[in-house]
Nanobody
Framework: QLQLVESGGGLVQPGGSLRLSCAASALTLESYAVGWFRQAPGKEREGVSCISRGGFNTYYVNSVKGRFTISRDNAKNTVYLQMNTLKPEDTALYYC??????????????????WGQGTQVTVSS
């Protein structure tokens, strides 16, 4: 059964860090661009960061540039999102997704082939 399973979310204080992981089963992540999206209550889902199949191209939404880093380990069939200097406005449900598309098209237009179930990130003191 095809699955994307996110992990690593939780409650963290402002300024703290979390690392999200997206592990795939019945799907080879190496064949896809992979992205992280988030949706806060009352807001639309937005593309946070996306990475190309080979990992050479990345996209970050302006609000996380310099704080978040996306990476992939194709041998482990896993993609990561390292989130540093977290802010309360980063609080959201974070989703992993895959697409046979460019990172720009994937992250900006949310053109996605398959979604994970999400992991909650809460930044609060």
């Amino acid at each position: 059964q095809l699955q994307l399973v996110e992990s690593g979310g939780g409650l963290v204080q402002p300024g703290g860090s979390l690392r999200l992981s997206c592990a795939a089963s019945a799907l080879t992540l190496e064949s896809y661009a992979v992205g992280w999206f988030r949706q806060a209550p009352g807001k639309e889902r937005e593309g946070v960061s996306c990475i190309s199949r080979g990992g050479f191209n990345t996209y970050y939404v302006n609000s996380v540039k310099g704080r978040f880093t996306i990476s992939r380990d194709n041998a482990k069939n896993t993609v990561y999102l390292q989130m540093n200097t977290l802010k309360p406005e980063d609080t959201a449900l974070y989703y992993c997704a895959v697409a046979r598309n460019t990172v720009q098209a994937m992250c900006v237009s949310a053109t996605v082939d398959f979604w994970g179930q999400g992991t909650q990130v809460t930044v609060s003191s």
